[in-house]
């Protein structure tokens, strides 16, 4: 076991909140895994490891029940996942130093933070209606976001959901059952990337405990998504939450000014 058993339940008890938090909206909730694994773990390839694990648990429930409800189609997905998976894996093989990793990941979380907050206040003020765009942006859209989603060790949908509610590609719900299916597919070519790197470092108690921990904070989070309650409270909470460990991962982690 690489940390204290106190520690170890702490860190379940905090995975199991952010589950909770993150499927209830479509995620999985790797950007603060990595977060958190950051303050006890030290192997810089056990954090992007164990994070893409537990990401790819919690989506894994996630995409089957918003396919077993009807609010995803696989036509409709393919052009994201089609350009993200490539870009996934080799975002994924790429070794970055260890502060460059955190500088990259403390600005992509205060990024999707603001973008993820901003996104409830124009719920208020938009219309319904989608709209049409061509399919090229589909394309691009998951290239770039799976380049980056491999290169910090998340999914992505972090990233995808607040730019097409923003563009009003689809209703919410499709758009959370799009994320949550883009994390699934990164995930596990993130995975491979890292098998390939030979940077898959797994420990097994610590992955173990933490995987029991997302998988119920998960299924309880989509259940709460799936019942129709307002959403916009937990995106929020969300929203703040991403941000404070964005702060801590920039400083500390990244830029060492803590």
């Keep these: 076991m690489q940390i204290p058993i106190e520690h170890l339940l702490l860190l379940c008890l905090g995975f199991f909140a952010v589950a909770t938090l993150y499927s209830s909206v479509g995620f999985g909730g790797g950007s603060s895994y990595l977060a958190l694994l950051s303050i006890v773990f030290i192997s810089f ?12 648990v919690v989506v894994s429930g996630s995409t089957y029940l918003y396919f077993k409800n009807g609010h995803a189609r696989i036509a409709d997905f393919v052009p994201f996942v089609f350009t993200s998976i490539p870009l996934t894996f080799l975002g994924a093989s790429i ?14 979380l205060l990024l999707s933070s603001v973008f993820l907050a901003g996104q409830t206040i124009r719920n208020f003020r938009h ?23 491999g290169l910090v060790g998340i999914g992505g949908g972090i990233f995808l959901a607040p730019i097409l509610n923003h ?7 499709k758009i ?18 890292l098998m390939r790197s030979n940077t898959l470092e797994l420990p097994w108690i610590e992955t173990g405990c933490l995987v029991v921990a997302v ?18 409270g937990i995106k929020r909470v969300t929203a703040v939450l991403i941000f404070v460990v964005g ?11 803590l």
């Design 176 to 193: 959370a059952a799009l994320a949550s299916f883009f994390i699934l597919v990164n995930s596990i070519s993130g995975l491979i990337g």
């Design 45 to 56: 390839f056990a954090i992007r490891s164990v994070a893409l694990v537990c990401n790819l």
């Design 167 to 173: 563009l009003r590609w689809d209703k919410a719900i």
């Design 247 to 257: 702060v801590r991962v920039l400083l500390v982690n990244g830029l060492g000014v």
């Design 215 to 232: 998988f119920i904070g998960g299924q309880i989070g989509i259940r709460m998504s799936l019942q129709r309650l307002s959403a916009n």
């Design 127 to 149: 219309r319904k209606e989608t709209k049409a765009y061509p399919k090229y942006l589909s394309y691009v859209l998951g290239a770039a976001i799976g380049f980056l989603s």
């Design 95 to 108: 070794t970055l130093q260890e502060n460059v990793f955190f500088i990259i990941l403390g600005v992509s």
